[in-house]
């Protein structure tokens, strides 16, 4: 898919979670069916649980708090801006703060890398085998770039790190059944607008989302196999105290069937 | 082994927070003036063709100009509509056209020159010194450089260039991310002479050096391809402003309604004439001193 635009979200004050997702679900989501604009698909990530820093830190260096990541994805650059900035401002853009405290948003467009897998199929179950690459748990990992590393080498690392860390967990290699990098796309520095419209005060950046599918919440286990290979990897590339994963059900609200 | 190459390695929030001063184009350092290739920063300039310059003074027919998904039209013998001009295509996007024939200038030399030249600031800064401030790799992007098993004609293949320089319309930092010929988009079943000799592009990134939440930062194709001509090599340069790759194909990244600015593609188009003037003039000489391998 060309772009996508993913927006980290934590609930407003006052909300439950579940009052939450029943929110950004049934309301938002049913907003976003009916306006539609240009997007071609939309699946929100219900935070079930994550984990923001790393033990070896005393106190937390971020927002330690996310509860979904919605994705919305466009065919073009042009299609993506003309549904986020609509000549009539859309009420989907009015409508995040009933739901969502937005000064604190994550928004970053990204572009997707397919990264292959091993065993994009179960071993257990796997039916015709002729549907692969899905899961039941999605992990986002937003990985911090390293404020000493280019972006460049951060991704070529990143590459090395995720084969390397892949060879020393097991339990992943044989778990994992997709993997996108996705990629911050320069464009997302222009976003001023944004970020006066929701009074985000010097938001973090991140350069790379990493997306992992897994079976089910029962895998989750082998996605923290990795996360310790991967954070062990010799070459610096990450500020990993100001790195975050979630773990997540998908939500599909605009989503054709996926070819796989 | 260090080397004055690899001691110019700056981690990127050094190199970052050294695009402010530099932008100011200080006189070179002590250590820089020892340099072999020092004496080129203090030669006098050449002005461009007036009559070459002029063509830069007005915009160009749009409907004469090519997008980016045309640009296999630049592997056909002949000349184009427009070789030499500036437009605002009619759905925003910036275009550059600009042809310069290079009598004493070899295809190597061009080759061995972005390949060369991005290892020292000074080495960027002699090419333009007015409009040149800097230059910087990652450290990945140096070791490819600097690797003698990569030959000359493929070093930069995803290699990023951090420019500093200003194309009249203030100092910017230009990300430009160079690409193979293949996967910038061209027919590679027609990729020998007398069609092309050798090509260097990719995409850029540009943002002002003084940064601010106002700034926009602009993505443009960069194609330089050359190939033989009666009086030596023929250069043509073209720019697509405001696209970017995506799935490796061009993208119109504009937002709907939005042109680049007239400034900054004539800005570009003025600066190409001028930094292209120069090239041409000193690059067979600095090539015959220098032009043995990467370090000096």
Redesign the interface.
């Known amino acids: 898919m060309?772009?996508k635009l993913m927006a980290a979200s934590r609930r407003r004050p006052g909300l439950t979670r579940a009052e939450y997702f029943r929110y950004l679900e049934y309301y938002h989501g049913t907003i976003a069916r009916q306006e539609r604009l240009k997007i071609r698909s939309y699946v929100q990530n219900h935070v079930i649980d994550g984990a923001f820093g790393v033990l070896e830190d005393e106190y937390h260096q971020q927002v330690a708090d996310r509860d979904a990541v919605v994705e919305i994805q466009f065919d073009?650059?042009?299609d993506m801006?003309?549904t986020l900035?609509p000549a009539t401002p859309s009420a989907a853009s009015q409508d995040g703060k009933f739901f969502a405290e937005e000064r604190n948003n994550i928004i970053v467009m990204a572009?997707e890398e397919e990264v292959p897998v091993p065993s994009p199929l179960p071993a257990f179950n796997p039916g015709l085998g002729i549907v692969t690459g899905v899961g039941a748990l999605k992990v986002l990992l937003y990985v911090m770039r390293a404020?000493?590393?280019?972006?460049?080498?951060y991704y070529?690392y990143f590459r090395e790190a995720h084969d390397h860390a892949l060879q020393q967990a097991p339990y992943a290699r044989e778990q994992l059944r997709r993997c996108v990098m996705n990629k911050r796309?320069?464009?997302n520095?222009?976003d001023?607008a944004a970020?006066k419209h929701f009074k985000m005060v010097d938001p973090p950046v991140y350069d790379m989302i990493v997306t992992h599918w897994y079976d089910t919440l029962e895998q989750a286990g082998a996605f923290r196999q990795y996360y310790e290979a991967l954070r062990r990897f010799p070459k610096s590339f990450a500020n990993w105290s100001k790195s975050f994963y979630l773990y997540t059900r998908q939500v599909p609200i605009i989503r054709d069937t996926p070819v796989s | 082994m260090t080397t004055a190459e690899t001691n110019a390695q700056l981690a990127f929030r050094d190199w970052y927070a050294s695009t402010k001063p530099k932008a100011l184009r200080p006189d070179p350092s002590p250590e820089e003036r020892q340099r072999p290739f020092a004496k080129y920063y203090f030669e006098d300039i050449p002005p461009p063709d007036p009559a070459h310059y002029a063509m830069m003074d007005k915009p160009c027919d749009p409907s004469k100009a090519i997008g980016p998904e045309r640009m296999n039209d630049l592997l056909k013998p002949g000349d184009l509509d427009v070789e030499i001009g500036w437009c605002n295509l009619p759905n925003g996007a910036g275009f550059i056209a600009n042809r310069m024939v290079y009598p004493e200038v070899t295809a190597e030399m061009v080759d061995w020159w972005f390949a060369w030249h991005p290892l020292e600031d000074l080495r960027y800064r002699i090419w333009y010194p007015p409009q040149h401030a800097g230059i910087m790799l990652s450290p990945e992007g140096r070791k490819r450089i600097l690797d003698p098993k990569v030959p000359l004609q493929e070093k930069n293949w995803g290699v990023v260039h951090h420019v500093t320089e200003d194309c009249n319309c203030g100092m910017e930092n230009i990300d430009i991310h160079f690409m193979s010929p293949k996967d910038f988009g061209f027919d590679m079943s027609r990729w020998k002479e007398p069609y092309v000799s050798t090509f260097a592009g990719g995409y850029g990134w540009a943002v002002a050096v003084e940064k601010t939440d106002a700034s926009i930062t602009a993505p443009a194709l960069m194609c330089h391809i050359f190939r033989p001509h009666a009086k030596g090599l023929e250069h043509r340069t073209r720019f697509w402003m405001g696209y970017r790759f995506s799935q490796g194909k061009p993208e119109l990244t504009l937002p709907p309604g939005v042109s680049v600015p007239v400034a900054a593609v004539q800005g570009l188009a003025r600066h190409n004439v001028c930094e292209f003037t120069r090239w041409g003039r000193f690059l067979p000489r600095i090539y015959k001193e220098l032009g043995h391998g990467m370090l000096c």
């Open positions: 060309p772009i073009t650059f042009p801006i003309a900035e572009e404020d000493d590393v280019y972006r460049e080498d070529q796309c320069r464009a520095d222009n001023a970020r």
